[in-house]
C-alpha cells in the first residue's frame, strides 16, 4: 500500500508543477499591468521603477517563475492588489465557508442520490425506477440560479422559514450557520444527486448480474443481504471515485450560488477579484483550488484500493 501511495504521490507532483506553470502565466495572459494598478493613480515612475524591482518584473520570465515558486513554498502567495492584505490571509477565510458548504452539498447529493440509485437498479422498470429516473433527470436539467431564487421566494420570503442570504460561521452560531447554508447547500446538491443517482444505478445494474451476486441469492441469502454486503460494496468503486471529483469541483466555489445567496467564498472571491482585476488573488484561488482537487483525487485513488480487494491483491 505505501509502494502505492508512493507512486501516486510521485506521479501528482508532475502535475502540481504543470498547474503552478498554467497560474503563473495566467497573470502575464491577462490584460493590463499589475503593477500600474499598484503604483496607484500618480504612477511615478521611480515609484514604477521600484515596484518592477521588488518583485523581479524587469528579470526573464524564468526567474520570475522561480522566484514566485519559492514565495509559494514558503507560503506566501503575494499581496492583494486592491486591499494590501496577504492573499494566504484572505483566502483562509474563504476556505471554510467554501468547505463547509461543499460538504453539506455533498452530504445531500449522497443522500438522496446514492440510495435512489440503489432503490431504481433493485426496481428496475417498475415505478419507482421511472420515478427515480425522472427526479434524476429533473436535478441535472434545472439551472442552479433558477432553484436558488425559487428557493428564496418560496422558503425565505413567502414561509420566512430560513433567511434568504448571508453567512454565519459554524464557529459564532452553528444554527444560524446551518440556516444560512442549507438552501445553498441544496441547490448544489441537486445536480449533483442527479449524477449520482444515474452512475449508481447503472453500477449496480452491472453488479448485480454478476455470477458471484446469482451463487449469494441460491444460498439462500436475504434480498437485502444481497444488495447491500455483496451488490453495493462493490459498485462503490465508480462512485467513490465521481464523488471525488464533485468534491473537488464544488471546492473550486459555485460563482452564481454564491453570488445568489451571498455567501463570500471562493466563488464571489474570485468573481471580485477579476472585476477588480486583483490577479495576485486570482492566482492565489486558482493555485489552492486546483491542489485540492489534485490532493482529493490522491485521496480517491488510495481509497478505491482500499475497497477493491482485487487491486489490493496486485500490490
Known sequence: MMRFILSRVLVAIPTLILVSIFVFLLQKLLPGDPILVMAGESR?????????ERYHMNDPVLMQYLYWLGDVLRGDLGRSLRTGLPVSDLILQKLPVTLQLAVMSMFFALLIGVPAGVIAAVKRGTLWDYLANGVALSGLSVPNFWLGIMLILLVSVNLGWLPASGYESPLVDPWRSLQTTIMPAIVLGTGIAGTLMRHTRSAMLGVLQADYVRTARAKGLSEQIVVLRHAFRNALLPIVTLSAVMFGELLAGAVLTEQIFTIPGFGKMIVDAVFNRDYA??????????????IINLLADILYVMLNPRMRATL
Do not use: H, K, N, Y
Open 44 to 52: 511615478d515612475p521611480a515609484t514604477i521603477e521600484m515596484l518592477r
Open 281 to 294: 488573488v486570482v492566482q492565489g484561488v486558482v493555485l489552492v483550488t486546483a491542489t485540492s482537487f489534485i
